[in-house]
């Protein structure tokens, strides 16, 4: 078990690295209690309406590569909206739950064409509009007349193939874009 000191420096490193980026995050990293490994928590209100995995993703692409396998290795994470509570990100939706439908909602998705309708509404430069989000992809398939659960579902699809944005997903759809 990681000695209480080195708890602290992950602390703080994390801290360091994140706060630039994420401004007024709170990070807080424990020794084992519930799990058998430390826990890191970390808060910011910019993971207000991103699913669990998309959120996971916002505090690994902030951190280098290279530091994380160091140093951040072997935590359990959670990344929490300032109200939240570890319990409530333990009962988020995961891309597990949906993986036998996700062969047929992105061939609906497709269908739906959403794809162009993405690309229309994020512009020349994808990548660069993109919210970092699935807002654009909610909003068209909403347009699109699916059901609320439905869009829940596509967009944990959508993380299980590796789309953790709108960008992304124009990308999972049309893989000739070059997005
Ligand atoms: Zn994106």
């Given at each position: 078990m990681p000695a209480r000191s080195q708890l602290e420096r992950l602390q703080k490193l994390l801290k360091e690295i994140l706060a630039p980026k994420l401004p007024g995050v709170e990070v807080e990293v424990t020794p084992?209690?519930?799990?058998?490994r430390p826990v890191a928590v970390v808060r910011w209100g910019?993971?207000?309406?991103?699913?669990a995995e998309q959120r996971f993703r916002v505090v690994v692409s902030n951190i280098p590569s290279e530091m994380f396998e160091r140093d951040f290795h072997g935590l359990i994470w959670f990344e929490l909206t300032p109200g939240e509570e570890i319990d409530d990100y333990l009962r988020m939706p995961r891309s597990d739950d949906v993986a036998k439908k996700a062969e047929s909602l992105m061939a609906a998705a497709m269908q739906s064409g959403l794809a162009a309708k993405l690309k229309e509404s994020l512009g020349d430069d994808a990548g660069k509009s993109?919210?970092?989000?699935?807002e654009a992809a909610r909003r068209a398939l909403a347009g699109a007349g699916w059901s609320k659960t439905r869009i829940e579902e596509f967009c944990l699809a959508a993380l299980g193939r590796g789309a953790y944005c709108d960008c992304e997903v124009i990308a999972l759809l049309q893989p000739e874009s070059g997005i």
């Open positions: 084992p209690a519930r799990w058998k910019g993971f207000a309406g991103l699913l993109c919210g970092g989000s699935f």
